[in-house]
């Protein structure tokens, strides 16, 4: 039974819970998007060189960036929403560690964006392409291909964990 106060409480969340369920759905959309256009476009990071991801890059570039795994960065702010919404919802559960499953999905985020560079690396790809001596060819090439390590960095491999740990946590606490 709902107490006056509950239901106070539960009314002032609301919308954010109206928020996160259009979050869910929606992210279920785009990672089925996703999936769909890994197989138009394979993600290509560590498996073309650079310069095959430079020439993509500037003959077509939506399909590039699909392979430099776009949708990530696409869902990234989604996720937020998603992972406030999860806190609303949980905290009652026990909020120590539904802070912690916010504070992790919240960091992970911050980390994603910096592992996929691809505003960076189009910017190389029209340099690349412009370039009239090999030399300034191959300096776009290292720049790219370090810019391409980042995809399996550090950063990605923490926002992994992170993720992976906020989304254990909220699964655990949903479960009775």
Known sequence: MLTQSTRMVESRWRDLYRIGGVS??????????????????????????????????????LGALFSLDVMMLVTAPIDILLFIALYAALKRVNESYTLIALVL??????????????????????????????????????????????????????????SNISFLLSSLLITP
């Not at 073309?48 to 077509?60: G, H, K, W």
């Not at 300096?139 to 992994?160: D, K, R």
């Open 105 to 162: 999905g919240l960091m992970a985020i911050a980390l994603l964006i910096p592992t996929k560079p691809l505003a960076e690396l189009v910017f190389l790809s029209e340099q690349y392409a412009a370039a009239t001596t090999e030399v300034a060819r191959s300096q776009y090439l290292v720049a790219g291909e370090a810019l391409l390590t980042l995809a399996s960095g550090t950063a990605w491999i923490i926002f992994s964990l992170f």
């Open 24 to 61: 869910s759905l929606l992210l279920a959309g785009l990672v089925a998007f996703a999936v769909i256009a890994y197989f138009i476009w394979p993600y290509t990071p560590g498996f073309a060189s650079t310069e095959t991801i430079f020439v993509t890059l500037n003959t077509d570039r």
